[in-house]
């Protein structure tokens, strides 16, 4: 992808050859149409991820490959389990193979509480400068939820805010975190949240801050979004708090459009949103870069049901739908979305978290048959 990654058109043909064309109109998953024309076979690195993440990514690459598309892929470890294989939870082999496939298919990595190495997903959206954490929230017909019709773009920034990981202790019983707002990045995504609502036709980009509070941080992010809004006349420009603005999500969420957050609010905005659809299990999400993009979940690695055999399987399988756009087959992507909204509208074959009896294969199978 060039300039904004967002460009608007994120996207590239298999190959390493970015392909950054007119975007197509918004699909039914508020992604941005397909983009470069795929040609041959991608390879892409494929991170399976711990918990339920083998599930939930293995339906992906099944769905995928019953859609006719075919890849390469070339399947790594992260993680704790790399740890325990080759020392390191990061090892350069999954390094080398990001660096020349510059793009990866990932479950979900888990990140101790308190303890341990530091997150490998942050890692690894700062390493590749993935700055733009895109996830389509929509609701899903067959799904049962409190709203209908929601459709909210969470646009996060990616690379800095608390996540910056700069904690040190002051003194005992004392500790800091720094939070790091830089124009620059808070440029790069507000743009990038205008290229893509302005691409997908969408009227409104709220920004989601705490400038009331973080006057300096925050207000920084703000006058930044503000600067960019004024180049997107066509697009309204909101701004609100994040604590009202979680309240108004969860009364009246289509008062939203394209939310822009930085990191952290967006982490937590990502979630609450989720709720509004029906679960982590049904929202995917990708992390674009001017040179790659990784796609991977909302949801981690669900300890509490990870080997059951029963996770929701629509977000990853969706989530291998928009790495199906990047990489040029648009309408295998749709035909996947649209198979996956059949098996849900149908209700028969739902897994538990929806209050169905189905497993993941089940669901999976079902995906696949409505393929066809
Ligand atoms: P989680 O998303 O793993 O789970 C939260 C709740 O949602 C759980 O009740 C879980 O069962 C449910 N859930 C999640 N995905 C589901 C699915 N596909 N189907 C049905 N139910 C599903 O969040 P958590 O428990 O806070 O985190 C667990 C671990 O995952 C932590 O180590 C965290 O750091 C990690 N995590 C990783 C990523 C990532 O790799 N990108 C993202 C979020 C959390």
Redesign the pocket.
Known sequence: MARTAAKAGIGRAPHGKVGHGKVGKVNDDGRRGPRGKAEGTARVTLIA?????PE?IGAAVKVIEAVGVKIDWDRQLAGAIALRRFGSPVPDQLIDSLKSTKVAL????????GEGYR???VYLRKLFDLYANVRPVRTQAGVHTPFKGVDIIVIRENTEDLYAGIEHQVAPGVVESVKIITARASTRIARFAFEYARTNHRHLVTAIHKANIMKLSDGLFLKCAQRVARDYRDIEYKEQIVDAACMRLVTNPHAFDVLLLENLYG?IVS?LCAGLVG???FVP?ANYGKHGAIF??????????AGKG???????IKTGALLLDYLGYGSAGDRIRAAVNAVLRAGRVI???IDGKAT?ADMTAAVIRALK
């Not at 949801?299 to 049901?305: C, E, L, R, Y």
């Open positions: 991820g711990d918990g339920v993440g939930v990932k479950g979900p990595l888990e990140t101790r509480v997150s490998i997903n982490d979630d679960g982590l299990g999400g991977e979940t909302v949801h981690g690695t669900a300890p509490d049901i029963i996770a929701n399987p629509v977000a990853a897994t538990p978290d993941t």
